[in-house]
């Protein structure tokens, strides 16, 4: 058994901005499955929103409104508030500590419109802003190469939870197939999103939701996972992102009329209204027959931008549709479709990132989370681009401070190592041995199709139902599933297979949640109950694991300080 004061899973920008917090002053661990640089924090393009008074009218207050106006009344205020304070003074940390954002011609950080801000507060670094922090609090981890220990390419398998608080986690090494147990007063999620399940994603390989379903295996109940974004620009066919910065920097969406139809929909803000809102719309015009061809995509038009501004500000996206449709966007326009990008829901944790186990608010002792695995709620039903990297740095600190404070007076609780780990062999071993009819990668392929045509970014009680029958029989399918390799040194096929089962059960959180809410709010849109209801959902769903495997919903209410609800319009 390894003991360490904290253990930190993940390594993306809330993983590592905990760490820091923490290094030097308790025996800091960060476990990852992938090299913590690889983590899909560093794929984030467009940018990361603050307040920084660039612009003379710009506030605060008003990024602080503009989230809740954005996450559709389901944010919970108080957090949000917190996060969009936290964000200027966020910003000039990430500066300080190395970060190369773009300039301004007065030598400020540069900042961009995005969708559903009023002001343009996305600072960025090109389209590149993701690598450019992350690299940057890798760096600063390595510093305190003493005080962090790394276990990169180690396997998060369970969460050791008893009576209330968290005493450790099991792992497995990805190279050797290695078990272990590790030891720790403190543990703390940042494990990111699981944007995996669907067929067009932007997500990376590794956003499987495998710190949410630890979390709920160890009976904490999930919130809110039927709030999946589809981001409105990914590559047709492929689902990787072309960055809102294209439309932040004046790109058209085009259907197949050659019509700019954001007009029909969001007169205001046009291609810049929240992601929600021009997701449906995209849909709906390739529903009603309008998109290129009459083909499942549309177009978004960056040729009037000019070559100059497209090299400089978005030299990513111009290389990725290059190299996937070979589509150079200088002289052509790149077809696009939405693409699921997001997950709202998570880990329920209180402001300052300590999980919480029910309606009550009752505290998990010595288990946090932060990031996108986690749900505190600052995105409520839709998250606004640029807030989620803002929501990793500014509560990964806050969960660094918290954790900190805690781990200073907590001690280690007792850990049973051989039980433990002979429940992770158990896990591993049912894999290594079953009947072997089944393909993981057919199972994966139709979840994929059920969850896209049945839970994206229309759903409708009729499909949900479908969905809900399918992904019964795709369970049931999983426990013949193939896993040939049945050595241990780099078994990629059984951490697969471990992922692809945390997705299957994921999913059917996602279909429960959706099937349930009888109203549509943010990116959860019911064909059958099109509007919001807020006299019967203005609440949080709590999805908790019965002790048949089945799901139960719980509610609970929204924090509502400031804001009351009004109808959005942009
Ligand atoms: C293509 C793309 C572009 C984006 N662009 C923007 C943007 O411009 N602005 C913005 O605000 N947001 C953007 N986002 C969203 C934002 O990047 C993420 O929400 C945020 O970076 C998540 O950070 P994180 O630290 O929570 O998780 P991640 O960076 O996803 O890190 C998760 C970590 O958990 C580890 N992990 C997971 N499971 C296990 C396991 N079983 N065992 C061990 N380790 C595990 C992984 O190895 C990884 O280190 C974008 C997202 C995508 C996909």
Redesign the pocket.
């Known amino acids: 058994m390894i003991t360490h004061d904290v253990v930190i899973?993940?390594?993306?920008?809330?993983?590592?901005r905990a760490a820091i917090e923490m290094a030097g002053k308790v025996d800091v661990a960060v476990?990852?499955?992938?090299y913590?640089s690889?983590?899909?924090?560093?794929?984030?393009?467009?940018?990361?929103?603050a307040a920084m008074a660039n612009s003379s009218d710009d506030s605060v207050e008003s990024h602080f409104f503009d989230t809740v106006k954005g996450s559709d009344y389901l944010a919970d205020q108080d957090a949000a508030e917190i996060m969009t304070r936290d964000a200027p003074v966020t910003i000039t940390e990430m500066e300080r500590l190395g970060c190369v954002f773009s300039r301004d011609e007065k030598g400020r950080i540069a900042q961009r419109e995005f969708g559903g801000h009023s002001h343009p507060r996305a600072c960025y670094a090109a389209d590149r802003?993701?690598h450019a922090l992350?690299h940057t609090l890798f760096e600063q981890s390595m510093k305190h190469k003493a005080a962090v220990t790394y276990y990169s390419e180690?396997?998060?398998l369970s969460l050791i939870y008893e009576e209330g608080s968290a005493r450790g986690i099991t792992?497995m090494n990805i190279r050797t197939g290695e078990l272990e147990v590790v030891r720790a007063k403190t543990v703390l999620f940042?494990?990111?999103?699981y944007?995996r399940a669907f067929k067009i994603t932007?997500?990376?390989f590794?956003?499987?939701g495998?710190?949410v379903m630890?979390a709920y295996r160890a009976g904490i109940p999930l919130e809110d996972m039927e709030f999946v974004q589809f981001h409105p620009t990914g590559l047709y066919g492929q689902g990787?992102?072309m960055?809102?910065?294209a439309r932040g920097e004046g790109g058209y969406l085009v259907n197949g009329k050659g019509e700019r139809f954001m007009d029909k929909y969001a007169k205001s803000k046009m291609e810049l209204a929240p992601r929600d809102i021009v997701s449906r719309a995209e849909q709906t015009e390739i529903n009603e027959g309008r998109g290129i061809g009459g083909k499942d995509f549309v177009h978004i038009d960056l040729r009037h931008l000019g070559r100059e501004k497209i090299i400089e500000r978005l030299p990513q996206i111009r290389q990725l549709a290059i190299d996937f449709l070979g589509v150079d966007c200088i002289d052509k326009p790149i077809p696009i479709q939405p693409t699921a990008?997001?997950s709202m829901g998570g880990i329920p944790v209180d402001v300052d990132c300590q999980v919480i186990t029910d309606e009550k608010k009752t505290k998990a002792r010595g288990f946090f989370a932060?990031?996108?695995?986690s749900c505190v709620s600052v995105h409520g039903a839709n998250r606004l681009?640029?807030?989620?990297?803002?929501?990793?740095c500014v509560f990964?600190r806050r969960a660094g401070k918290a954790a900190l404070d805690y781990t200073l007076s907590a001690r280690h609780e007792s850990v049973n190592e051989a039980a433990e780990l002979g429940k992770a062999r158990k896990r591993l071993d049912a894999l290594l041995s079953t009947p072997e009819t089944e393909s993981a990668n057919d199972i994966r392929n139709e979840l994929k199709e059920t969850m896209s045509n049945h839970a994206g970014v229309y759903r409708g009680a009729e499909g949900l139902l479908v969905a809900k029958a399918a992904l019964k029989l795709l369970r049931e399918r999983f426990k013949s599933v193939r896993v040939t390799d049945k050595g241990k040194l780099f078994n990629t096929e059984l951490v697969e297979a471990l992922e692809l089962s945390n997705m299957l059960e994921y999913s059917e959180i996602i279909v429960e949640g959706a099937l349930a809410r009888r109203e549509s709010r943010g990116a959860h849109a019911r064909t059958d109950f099109p509007k919001r209801d807020d006299a019967n959902w203005l609440k949080h769903t709590l999805a908790r694991k019965n002790a048949d495997g089945s799901v139960s919903l719980g509610y609970k209410p929204v924090v509502i300080t400031k804001y009351q609800p009004e109808e959005r319009k942009y």
């Open positions: 899973v993940g390594s993306g920008l809330a993983g590592l476990v990852s499955k992938v913590p690889r983590s899909h924090s560093g794929a984030a393009q467009g940018g990361v929103a802003t993701g992350l180690w396997y998060l792992m940042g494990t990111g999103g944007g932007s997500n990376a590794a956003c499987t495998d710190g630890t990787i992102l960055s809102e910065a990008h997001y932060a990031g996108e695995c681009g640029t807030n989620s990297l803002l929501d990793a990964g």
